[in-house]
């Protein structure tokens, strides 16, 4: 059975700090790794989708890798902003279609 | 719409009620899917529909819990006799695919559920 970890739980940083956010998985038999973000009382917004046949994926100041055969993904993101408080989760899919989720990791901004 | 909406958005009942949960999809989709996520977890699956078929329930957490999408857009997931257990955010999402590596799911807002 899949499972993924998200570590850390949660993190606070100072406004304009680069920082990472780390996945891993039990089984590389993936299809596609995502990175999604929650805010509080709403649903989830996918940021990146990586397949799996890419090594990364960017989106503005967001860059995301994935080392399939280590079952490892990190979430880099540039300069953070307040605006970027959130809660930070991974997904991967496979055959069964169906995601799976991590815990997440709840990010706190500081102006 | 432009996005998955899913109503009511908040819903109170007393242990032992039944509740229907409705998810409408983005136009066209032919995947929905339903998760559920528990106070500071992730989602977990529940079901998913390709078209009118419900192809994988493997993830409902028991005989209580039912969905159906007769008509292949809405979709509705029934909770009996509501436990204290059940509740959380319950969450769907649809994707215009049938499956592979570049399927996205975009989810709707959540209805959050509340068993007193």
């Known amino acids: 059975k899949q499972e993924v970890t998200q570590i850390p739980a949660a993190l606070s940083v100072p406004e304009g700090e680069n920082l990472v956010l780390n996945c891993s998985f039990t089984d590389s038999a993936i299809y596609n790794l995502q990175w999604f973000r929650q805010d509080p009382g709403k649903g989830l917004t996918s940021l990146l989708l990586?397949?799996?046949?890419?090594r990364e994926q960017t989106s503005g100041r967001l860059n995301a890798s994935l080392d399939k055969s280590s079952g490892r993904s990190t979430l880099y993101i540039a300069a953070s902003q307040p605006g970027d408080s959130a809660t930070y989760l991974c997904?991967?899919?496979?055959?069964?279609?169906?995601?799976?989720f991590g815990s997440g990791t709840q990010l706190t901004v500081l102006p | 719409g432009a996005g998955v909406s899913q109503s009511p958005r908040y819903k109170v009942a007393k242990r032992g009620q039944d509740v229907a949960l409705r998810c409408d999809p983005i136009s066209g989709h032919v995947s929905l899917f339903w998760y559920q996520q528990a106070l500071g977890q992730g989602p977990e699956f529940l079901t998913y529909?390709?078209?009118?078929?419900?192809?994988?329930k493997s993830g409902l957490p028991s005989d209580r819990f039912f969905a159906e999408r007769p008509e292949g857009s809405v979709s509705t997931l029934k909770i009996q006799r509501t436990q204290q257990e059940d509740s959380a955010v319950y969450l769907c999402?649809?994707?215009?695919?049938?499956?592979?590596?570049?399927?996205?799911?975009?989810f709707g807002p959540g209805t959050r559920l509340l068993v007193l």
């Open positions: 999402a649809s994707s215009s695919t049938t499956g592979g590596s570049q399927e996205t799911q975009y």
């Open positions: 990586i397949q799996s046949s890419q």
């Open positions: 997904a991967v899919s496979g055959s069964a279609r169906q995601l799976t």
């Open positions: 529909f390709q078209n009118e078929a419900q192809l994988d």
